[in-house]
């Protein structure tokens, strides 16, 4: 008969008897990571996706039309053991945002789901010591439940993590940046078994119309728009001990993890999305110069035209393309007026905004809007 640990709630945790085999029996993640050096997209246990698809049938509707959208299929997130592409399930979200007219879905995704659904993550991190000591896990070991997530733990005056995209787009990633501060926080209170909150988010995307529900869980304004995606505790809580650490359990998960680290493939970015992701927090603040960019990604402007054209890209078509996707995402949210959408993509002046629309679409912003609306 397994030994069981209690949880904040009293809940029964998977002890080191359960989760050794699943490690034999090949059910942690480490087991489900490709065994190739080949240079693969970034990829995803799918956790996110299934929570997104059962939201979808409560409310009626068929998931298979937008999974098949996204590029993925029932079957796919049906066997637990199939990897999706972390772009694929970015782009699921959007699409069932859009269906449930949700705009805080990846937020309401992470109220309630079962932290133990984050796999070898979540166990790794709920062994250890103290809540610094967990979210140095978090860092180290984040890929092994989404390769397009890197997390960076920092204490100094603060105890911050912060959140990057790799080899994926950041700017059309809303939802699942919103899931993981939430899913974060609850992470961090069942842990500890206490109510602690951040004293400081931010987000690079814009506030929307439904961003309040953020500001009352947080127990803080979030800051969006910003320049990166961050979740910070007062300096203390690293200290915080966790109510079921366990130094023995934690050995062994660590090395498991560190296992499954070094199975991982070698992902593939492109330099175009490298440039997405160094151009989204800099364009609210007008620093869209292609020398600005290239310092960034630590090249000469040469080196970045020359990368770029390898992929028939120039910078101006990645920034253009970029503006665009982002102009017709935030006509959108009513919350947001034509003013604000300029200065979040980077013109100095309404009217250069205006111009560079009719350019792309034939149609002015406004009138794009109320299609928009029409059609919702």
């Known amino acids: 008969m397994p030994i069981l640990l ?46 997104a698809v059962a939201k979808v049938r ?9 999974l098949s959208k996204a590029g993925l299929s029932l079957s796919q997130l049906q066997d637990r053991s199939v990897r999706l592409e972390a ?4 782009a699921f979200l959007n699409l069932v945002a859009d269906a449930l007219r949700d705009e805080v879905l990846g937020f309401h995704l992470a109220e309630a789901f079962e932290l133990r659904e984050a796999d070898l993550l979540y166990f790794v991190l709920a062994s ?24 960076q733990c920092r204490q100094d005056s603060d105890l911050r993590l912060r959140y990057s995209n790799v080899g994926v787009a950041r700017h059309t990633d809303r939802h699942q940046v919103e899931f993981w501060a939430r899913a974060l926080v609850r992470i961090c209170q069942t842990l500890t078994g206490t109510t602690i909150r951040p004293i400081r988010v ?15 869980f947080f127990g803080c304004e979030v800051a969006f728009a910003s320049e990166h995606d961050d979740v910070a505790f007062a300096r203390g809580a690293s200290q915080l001990r966790l109510v079921n650490a366990d130094p023995y359990l934690n050995e062994l998960l660590v090395r498991s993890c560190d296992e ?25 603040h007008g620093k869209v110069h292609v020398s600005e960019v290239a310092r960034a990604l630590g090249m000469s402007e040469r080196t970045l035209a020359r990368r770029l054209g390898e992929e ?10 970029m503006r665009k996707d982002l102009a017709l995402h935030y006509l959108a949210d009513a919350s947001l007026s034509i003013s604000r959408i300029a200065w979040l993509l980077g013109y100095q002046e309404v009217s250069a905004f205006n111009h560079a ?20």
């Open 260 to 284: 499954a680290l070094s199975h991982q493939a070698r992902l593939a970015s492109s330099v175009r999305v490298r440039v997405e992701n160094t151009l989204a927090p800099l364009l609210p």
């Open 128 to 151: 250890s010591a103290t809540l610094g000591e967990a979210l140095a896990r978090a860092e180290r070991y984040s890929t092994i439940t989404n390769e397009g997530v890197r997390l």
């Open 87 to 90: 772009a694929s399930q970015i």
């Open 58 to 66: 409560v409310a009626g509707l068929d998931p298979a039309p937008l």
């Open 312 to 321: 028939d890209l120039t910078f101006l078509a990645v920034l253009e393309d």
């Open 357 to 376: 629309f009719k350019r792309w679409t034939g149609q002015a912003p406004t009138q794009m809007r109320s299609r928009i609306t029409a059609r919702t």
């Open 202 to 216: 931010t987000f690079a995307h814009p506030r929307c119309g439904a961003s309040g529900e953020l500001d009352a």
């Open 6 to 51: 209690s949880s904040a709630k009293g809940l029964p945790v998977l002890t080191s008897v359960r989760i050794l085999s699943l490690i034999v029996a090949g059910g942690v993640s480490m087991h489900r990571l490709p065994m190739t050096v080949l240079a693969m997209p970034p990829g995803a246990l799918g956790l996110v996706a299934r929570l």
